[in-house]
């Protein structure tokens, strides 16, 4: 049951209402299996858990890289290397597709991989072209207690003396200085690549 409510969500979050899975749409379908094995997993170890909830949010911290000045200055963002000069192209995004190509659960760290498909429109030279793009995300996050559904990384509240701040764009604390536990509480980035 857990397995076929995962699906079902996955497809129906994917497909656009569309019923056709021809073309373009079908794109990211072979990840389907991995994908449903992946939300079952975390959903045993954090009820909370939802397909739909984890798929909104891998796009929207897709789209806040994309769209960021200073991307590598985001809290979220720990890629190790410099993004890639074509991600910065992109001016207009939407995902028609996506999927897991893999996952790793250790330790309470889980590592994922997924694969957005993307229509796309990149500014280049001067010029507005559209694309469709394959854009490959890995993410981190530490799953030891459950997800908060109402946790937004803009307003924290500090462990450490309880403050509120915005830990969009400062890793610390920014009354007490203490580092700030975000993988605890959100999905970050650790590497992305067109
Ligand atoms: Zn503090």
Not at 77 to 97: A, F, G, M, T, Y
Not at 123 to 128: D, F, L, P, T
Not at 163 to 182: I, R
Request: proline share 4%; aromatic share 10%; glycine share 6%.
């Amino acid at each position: 049951m857990g397995i076929l409510f995962g699906a079902g969500i996955w497809f129906i979050a994917n497909s656009f209402g569309s019923v056709k899975l021809l073309g373009k749409q079908a794109r990211g379908l072979t990840k389907a299996g991995k994908s449903v094995m992946f939300c079952h997993k975390m959903r045993n170890l954090d009820p909370t858990f939802s397909a739909e909830y984890f798929l909104d949010k891998s796009i929207s911290l897709m789209k806040l890289i994309v769209f960021s000045e200073n991307p590598q200055e985001l809290t979220i963002c720990q890629c190790s290397h410099p993004l890639p000069e074509k991600l910065r192209e992109i001016v207009d995004i939407r995902c028609r597709n996506s999927g897991i190509n893999n996952y790793s659960i250790r330790d309470d760290v889980c590592n994922v991989s997924v694969t957005f498909y993307t229509d796309s429109l990149h500014y280049r030279n001067g010029k507005v072209l559209p694309k469709s793009d394959k854009i490959r995300m890995s993410l981190r996050k530490i799953i030891k207690k459950p997800t908060n559904l109402g946790f937004s990384v803009t307003a924290v509240t500090c462990p450490s003396c309880g403050a509120s701040f915005d830990a969009e764009k400062t890793k610390n604390c920014t009354f007490c200085g203490n580092a700030y536990p975000l993988e605890e509480n959100e999905w970050v980035v650790t590497d992305i690549r067109i």
